[in-house]
C-alpha cells in the first residue's frame, strides 16, 4: 500500500520560514517525479514544485526564488523549504508521486502565514 506522510506544516509569521516534509512508502520512489501541490481557502488545488526521478526541478513561476523542492532517493523522502513566507502562502500542501498514469495524493498538512 502506498503512503506519502506530509509533516512540517504549522503557523508561521509572515517572512519566516518552513521545512515541509514527504516520506514515502510502499513504492519504488526512485522511479517517480515528486510533486508539492497546494490548495488555499476557496481556490483550486495548484502546482507548488516538482522534481523527476532524475532530479530536474520545476517551479511555479510565481514561487520561483521562495521555495526549493529537493529529494532524497536513499531516504524516500522529498522536502519543501519555504522563506520569506506572505499571507497568501496559507494553504493545505500535498504530496504527490507520479509514474506514467499512475499517482498518488498525501493527506495534506496545514501551512498558516499569518501575524
Known amino acids: 500500500q502506498v503512503q506519502l506522510v506530509e509533516s512540517g506544516g504549522g503557523l508561521v509569521q509572515p517572512g519566516g520560514s518552513l521545512r515541509l516534509s514527504c516520506a514515502a512508502s510502499g513504492l519504488i520512489f526512485r522511479l517517480y517525479t515528486m510533486a508539492w501541490y497546494r490548495q488555499g481557502p476557496g481556490k483550486q488545488r495548484e502546482l507548488v514544485a516538482g522534481?523527476?526521478?532524475?532530479?530536474?526541478?520545476t517551479y511555479a513561476e510565481s514561487l520561483k526564488g521562495r521555495f526549493t523542492i529537493s529529494r532524497d532517493n536513499a531516504k524516500n523522502t522529498i522536502d519543501l523549504q519555504m522563506n520569506s513566507l506572505k499571507p497568501e502562502d496559507t494553504a493545505v500542501y500535498y504530496c504527490?508521486?507520479?509514474?506514467?498514469?499512475?499517482?498518488?495524493w498525501g493527506q495534506g498538512t496545514q501551512v498558516t502565514v499569518s501575524s
Open positions: 522534481i523527476t526521478s532524475g532530479s530536474y526541478t
Open positions: 504527490y508521486a507520479e509514474r506514467g498514469t499512475i499517482n498518488f
